[in-house]
Every structure is written in C-alpha cells, then in structure tokens.
Nanobody, 114 residues
C-alpha cells in the first residue's frame, strides 16, 4: 500500500469549479484514480488513469471533470467544473495495480450548495 494525501476540496456554489490534488510516495503505481462516497452509499469510481495512458470516467462525469497525472512526481489531479449539489461527497485518491485499487487517501470533502 502507498500513502496518499489529497488536497483541494472545499465549498463551491452550483456551476463552480474545484481542483483536487493527490500526492503519493514510494513506487509509482500502475493506476491512480479518484473515488467518491456519500454517507450511506458505496464508494464509487469517478475517474482513473493508468500508467499506459488509459483513462476511465464514470458516466456521471459527463465531460465535466478531467483527470491528469504527473508520474515523475507521483501526483494526480482532478479538475472539476460544472459542479452540482449531487457531486457533494468525500473524494478519495486511490492507487493500485492494473486490476484493483489497494491504497486510499484520507479523503477531502467537496460540498456544492447555494
């Protein structure tokens, strides 16, 4: 497992934007991603980026979010725009192999409200 630290969450009005950042330490994982969780619900994948450049987005992203990765610095980013109240959740940075995530950050709260 790899220590991961997120930053960049906060409060934003509907239609606003936020940029999440994640820093990892140690070896470079094959896949890094972002998940989110609302209390009472399962954690769900938001986006992921593999070492080979493969990218996956959840359907609910709908072109609003962009994931990027700096492998040299072991950093991951999520640029979120067009945020809506239903995007309110704790966002977790994740890392793992090509097939499964096995490392998680502590999470950063994103709240979208007017």
């Amino acid at each position: 497992q790899m220590p991961l630290a997120e930053s960049g969450g906060g409060f934003v009005q509907p239609g606003g934007s936020l940029r999440l950042s994640c820093s990892g330490s140690g070896s470079i994982p094959y896949t890094m991603g972002w998940h989110r969780q609302v209390p009472g619900n399962q954690r769900e994948l938001v986006a992921s980026r593999g070492m080979g450049g493969e990218i996956e987005y959840a359907d609910f992203v709908k072109g609003r979010f962009k994931i990027s990765r700096n492998m040299a610095e072991n950093k991951l980013y999520l640029e979120m725009s067009g945020l809506q109240p239903e995007d309110t959740a704790v966002y977790y940075c994740s890392a793992g192999s090509k097939w499964a995530f096995d490392s998680w950050g502590q999470g950063t709260q994103v709240t979208v409200s007017s």
